[in-house]
């Protein structure tokens, strides 16, 4: 199962990304969860150590390989080749981060000037293809805040679009923009999760806001003051506060997407 998770920054991708991958992992799948966003965040809420965290560099990033994989022979600056090798990079870059559990940190595609394809950008959208239709391990994508660069080909290999919203006008905008762009890019299964809510009239607001949207609310997670607590302290969520509300919310989510995975591939 592929599983992207995307919405407005600051929403909780990364929470909830970070979260279902360790969940996944406990429960004996094996878990590739791939870091498409410009933080870098997800190393924390997966749990990975913060030396170890330290040392990681994006494959956007990694200038070499890039020239190496995307710069054409002989070609002048601005000829780049856009469909570059990257089938070994994966296993060559991804980072153990428990015996069935690994992360791959892509980092973010900057948006491109106009007419520009930045070589940077053909690595990251090839590898992302890759990825997501090669791939046998459950796979969890957070992703950057747009999804501009999500081809079709790519966004067809997507089980499960997961777009969180906060209760905010804005964020509930760039929701529906994401549902409609998921949509049209072939996207079947598009679900909206409400992050950080704190009582249900916010839950009330959102589900008339979304009444013609035809995509579900389809799971609520509470605002929950341990998830900033964590934080400070450094820990992943996950290990911090396990039994907290939205950790005991994010497991109802777990279990409820492991049904949702029969209905889609079971049948
Ligand atoms: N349910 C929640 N309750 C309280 N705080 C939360 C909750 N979910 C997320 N947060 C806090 O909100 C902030 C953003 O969360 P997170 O990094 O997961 O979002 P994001 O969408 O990945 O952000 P970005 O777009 O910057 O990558 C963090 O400080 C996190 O601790
Ligand atoms: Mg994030």
Request: hydrophobic share 40%; net charge neutral.
């Amino acid at each position: 199962m592929k599983i992207a998770v995307s919405g407005k920054g600051g929403v909780g991708k990364t929470l909830i990304a970070g979260t279902l991958a360790r969940l996944f992992a406990q429960n004996d799948y094996n878990v590739l969860a791939i870091d498409n966003d410009s933080a870098m965040n997800l190393s924390y809420t997966l749990g990975i150590d913060k030396e170890i965290r330290n040392t990681i560099t994006p494959i956007s990033k990694m200038k070499e390989l890039i020239k190496e994989r995307v710069t054409m022979e002989g070609g002048g600056s601005g000829v780049y080749n856009i469909n570059p090798q990257v089938a070994d990079i994966p296993d060559r870059f991804k980072i153990k981060v428990s015996d069935n559990l690994e992360l791959l940190v892509l980092g973010s595609i900057e948006e491109p000037q106009s007419g520009c394809l930045c070589p940077e950008n053909a690595l990251i959208r090839t590898l992302l293809h890759n990825l997501i239709t090669k791939r046998d391990e459950i796979l969890i994508v957070d992703f950057e805040a747009g999804l501009e660069h999500l081809g079709r080909g790519t966004a067809k290999g997507i089980d499960l679009m997961l777009i969180v919203t906060e209760p905010s006008q804005k964020s509930l905008e760039l929701s529906l923009k994401i549902a409609k762009l998921s949509k049209k890019l072939g996207i079947i299964n598009i679900y909206l999760i409400a992050n950080k809510i704190i009582n249900n009239n916010q839950i009330s607001i959102i589900n008339q806001r979304i009444s013609d949207w035809k995509i579900p609310l389809y799971h609520i997670i509470p605002y929950d003051e341990e998830i900033g607590n964590a934080d400070l302290q450094g820990t992943a969520p996950i290990d911090y506060a396990p039994n907290s509300k939205s950790l005991n919310s994010l497991k109802t989510l777990f279990y409820n997407l492991l049904e949702l995975k029969k209905e889609i591939f079971d049948l």
